[in-house]
């Protein structure tokens, strides 16, 4: 059987981990071949909660794409940086070919005080990479996209602070609502061309921007050394269905689903993958 | 390579042509048995034909033709108790339960007050406590699976004030109401419960709201609500069932308590 995005070309960003690793993993089982992005490298606001990927997290992302028999070409670049990433994208186009598929994933997570107290420099990191950068990444695709001429799908990863307010992640919901009005602005300003846009909105996903100590104490302020343990039962209690967190494939399926002409007139959606998160 | 949800079985109302039987032959490709159930009988109040038992029989030929098991009856998801028989005789057949598609439903166009109190309570009868009826008697048979997928066929109209339908959005609304607390009591469960909202399908119940162009005629100004984002009038069921299968299926394990619309852009207009 033919793979649901065979001979498509997807373009990731922050595709050296966690949930962009997957998205290019799942979808080159797909068929699709990959560009992938990531800034592999610390962010100083962010180095006091997790640690950013690194060059070697992104050559595991290409080997494992590459395992899978489906190229990648993958460049280190910031989102931050428009004229790198339309540089890392053009290329990635000029060796594949063509790109059908965005997922605009890169993202950090930064928060622990009410608003007011936010300082200016983590506001504008948050605000730079996870708003700022997913514009960026459209910018540089739609006009490949208008140019080819055979539609597209672009899937803006949100989350579920893009749907609810969340205490003392001033930064971040902003960021995340944010992503949410282009979201919907895009899938109008597309639809002529047949590009479709949605954003996905997950719960916590196991990864490194959460399963660390700094996360499991906004869930545990009282805790001086939370566990795992103790922020998964924490956790379970903000979802419908009984889990603390979800796996990055998870979000991935959702992502595939939305890439694939299966979704050919699903556009303008924003799809939870929360584990039921938003509706309770 | 298995299908998508091979091994389970989904329990399917108004499955005898349409969107019901698209679902029923989508979810069979990908490996699922079928419990249908459909009326197979006309409404007075509606001025198109509903499906016949001909037509039910198709659905089983199309579903047996993928080498899978189906099990159909003809029964009115207004009667909970007749539904009840069904899905259980279904699933003392094929031996579990695990995607209920709750799809039945039917569509009349008239403007306010042309709505007779028949029109109105056949409407959401159908489309409002046939979908109740159709939750209450297949809950159990999830529970007892460990989990499972439900998913109620919405509407665009169970978001817009859609004009000329008034019965019908009143029942689609109301849908989206039923699967968000179903969503919550039965998450526990591990069962999960969205909705799908399509815009104009291609089937014999889109060519009922063939009254429609008169009645914008009245007020051109209300023609824009039906409009597409996307550059189609109208989509296919087999687009709609595209959506069931991804909800029905693991990979979307997390996924609750969704409006998922497949409308071609219509209601972020």
Request: charged share 20%; hydrophobic share 45%; glycine share 10%.
């Amino acid at each position: 059987m033919a793979g649901r995005v065979a001979g498509k070309v997807a373009f990731i960003t922050g595709a050296a981990r966690g949930q962009g690793r997957s998205h290019a993993v799942r979808l080159a089982e797909e068929g699709a071949d990959i560009i992938a992005v990531d800034i592999a490298q610390d962010i100083d606001s962010v180095r006091r909660f997790y640690h950013g990927a690194t060059e070697a997290d992104l050559a595991e992302t290409v080997k494992l794409v590459e395992a899978l028999d489906r190229r990648i070409v993958a460049t280190k670049a910031d989102v931050r940086d428009y004229a790198a990433l339309k540089r890392a994208l053009d290329d990635g186009v000029a060796e594949l070919g063509h790109v059908d598929i965005v997922s605009a994933n890169a993202g950090i997570f930064v928060f622990g005080e009410p608003a007011q107290d936010v300082t200016e420099q983590d506001w504008q990191d948050v605000i730079d990479i996870n708003l700022t950068g997913v514009w960026h990444t459209v910018k540089a695709v739609i006009p490949h996209l208008i140019e080819q001429g055979t539609g597209g799908s672009i899937v803006l990863t949100s989350s579920t602070a893009g749907l609810k307010g969340t205490p003392n992640v001033a930064q971040y919901t902003a960021s995340k609502h944010g992503v949410v009005g282009l979201m919907r602005t895009l899938a109008l300003e597309l639809a002529p061309h047949s590009i479709r846009v949605n954003s996905v909105h997950p719960t916590g996903v196991a990864t490194d921007m959460i399963l660390n100590e700094a996360t499991f104490r906004l869930f545990l302020p009282d805790t001086e050394h939370p566990t795992r343990q103790q922020a998964a039962e924490v956790f379970a209690t903000t979802n419908a269905l009984p889990v603390p967190w979800v796996e990055p494939r998870d979000i991935s399926n959702a992502v595939l689903w939305l890439a694939s002409d299966e979704a050919r007139y699903v556009t303008g959606v924003t799809l939870p993958v929360d584990a039921g998160y938003t509706v309770k | 390579m298995p299908g998508r949800v091979a091994g389970k079985v989904a329990f399917i109302t108004g499955a005898a042509r349409g969107q019901g039987r698209s679902h029923a032959v989508r979810l069979a490709e990908e490996g699922a048995d079928i419990v249908a159930v459909d009326i197979c009988r006309d409404y007075p109040s509606v001025g198109y034909g509903m499906a016949t038992e001909a037509d039910l029989a198709q659905t089983v030929k199309a579903v047996e033709e993928l080498d899978r098991r189906i099990v159909a009856v003809t029964a009115d998801v207004r009667d909970a108790g007749a539904l009840r028989s069904a899905v259980d005789d279904g699933v003392a057949q094929l031996g579990r339960l695990d995607i209920v598609c709750a799809n039945a439903g039917i569509c009349t166009v008239q403007s306010w007050d042309e709505v007779t109190p028949t029109v109105w309570q056949d409407t959401l009868d159908t489309n409002l406590t046939g979908v109740w009826n159709t939750i209450v008697v297949s809950a159990p048979h999830l529970i007892a699976a460990g989990g499972g997928s439900i998913i109620c066929t919405s509407s665009t109209a169970g978001i817009k004030g859609l004009p000329y339908l008034a019965p019908y959005v009143a029942a689609k609304h109301g849908v989206v109401g039923i699967a968000k607390t179903m969503a919550n009591e039965l998450a526990s469960h591990s069962i999960r419960v969205n909705t799908v909202h399509p815009t104009g399908v291609n089937t014999p119940m889109g060519e009922g709201l063939g009254g429609l162009e008169p009645l914008i005629g009245r007020d051109p100004n209300l023609g824009p609500i039906f409009m597409n984002t996307l550059p189609v009038e109208s989509v296919e069921a087999r687009d709609i069932s595209n959506a069931v299968l991804f909800l029905a299926s693991d990979e979307a394990k997390y996924v609750t308590g969704l409006e998922f619309t497949v409308d071609a852009g219509n209601t972020i207009r």
